[in-house]
């Protein structure tokens, strides 16, 4: 399977010099080590945009000791409160994507041919489209296991962030309403993750805070699995509680209702719903309200009421 992705990229990109949309997890880091030995180090150049506040810092150390391992160019770019026209009508990565990452990408790599990680685990990879508009997506067709397989064959040593085992990197996926005051809104959702991320002291399959509530609240919502001890969560809610930007603070329970907004063609969509509801990632119970908010073009979880067990 290595020699055939490696045969696939030097037909696809021929003598050409590639830039790679790097964020230092597994599916860019695969390609990474794979268009090294397929075209030579002189050839590839790993881009990471920087989302300022919404990057972890523990990433940027990350994807600046793996290029540094694997001898290879790399470069930070600026994405800084860029994403704030997409979010400001609600939470969409894929929006996020399309109009902010690859525009910046395109923008550095000058018409050299764009690589990423997409693979058939996440939307650019549903597309069923390996090379399109500059964009060629190396593992499209792979599965989260062949990947898997592949990196330890090569013997790559990928750290992880920690705040989950589905996807890493920003911290303003975190923000589960638009995003209209970036200190208030965007401060709750990187400060507070920031800070569970600090007092994490094992491996966690999740570990995050969602920021719920109305516009006028910020709600943190903590979810870690397995559980954080008692100790630990207490400490971590009484920080979090502290900032200026939160309002209040839950830590989920498995089971809790989920009150979801969503605009029309969301709310009459139940694969739309489903792959939101997998995106938000509590294990809970999705009450699904249709908005009356046009300018709402996704989804706002508005609230969890308490527990009643």
């Known amino acids: 399977m290595i020699n055939e992705k490696i045969k696939e990229i030097r037909e696809i990109v021929s003598d050409s010099e590639v830039v790679i949309g790097f964020s230092g997890g597994e599916d860019s880091s695969l390609v990474a080590a794979l268009s090294k030995i397929a075209l030579g180090k002189e050839k590839v150049v790993l881009a990471t945009i920087d989302w300022g506040i919404f990057s972890y810092e523990k990433s940027r150390k990350i994807v600046r000791d793996f290029s540094k391992l694997l001898g290879l160019k790399h470069v930070f770019l600026d994405g800084n409160c860029k994403q704030k026209n997409v979010w400001k009508h609600g939470p969409s990565c894929n929006s996020c994507t399309k109009f902010v990452k690859l525009k910046i990408l395109r923008e ?30 190396p593992l499209q067709d792979l599965s989260k296991e062949e990947i898997r397989a592949m990196i330890d064959h090569l013997g790559l040593k990928i750290e992880k962030i920690g705040e989950s085992g589905k996807r890493e990197g920003c911290k303003l996926k975190h923000l589960l309403k638009p995003l209209i005051n970036c200190e208030y ?12 991320l600090e007092n994490l002291n094992g491996r966690f399959k999740e570990a995050f805070v969602k920021i719920i509530g109305p516009l006028s609240k910020n709600i943190a919502v903590i979810y870690t699995e397995p559980p954080l001890d008692e100790n630990i969560l207490e400490k971590v809610k009484k920080e979090i509680s502290n900032l200026n930007e939160i309002d209040d603070v839950i830590a989920f329970q498995k089971g809790m209702k989920i009150k979801v907004v969503a605009s ?3 709310y009459r969509n139940f694969d739309a719903r489903k792959n939101i509801e997998f995106y938000i990632g509590l294990p809970g119970e999705y009450e699904w309200i249709e908005s009356k908010n046009t300018k709402l073009r996704t989804f706002q979880v508005v609230e969890i009421p308490p527990f009643v067990g």
């Open 108 to 137: 550095f790599s000058n018409s050299r041919l764009i690589m990423t990680g997409a693979n058939s685990y996440d939307s650019w990879g549903k597309t069923g489209l390996k090379v399109f508009g500059g964009v060629y997506a």
């Open 185 to 196: 809104h965007g401060n709750a959702a990187a400060k507070s993750n920031e800070i569970l």
């Open 264 to 266: 029309k063609p969301i």
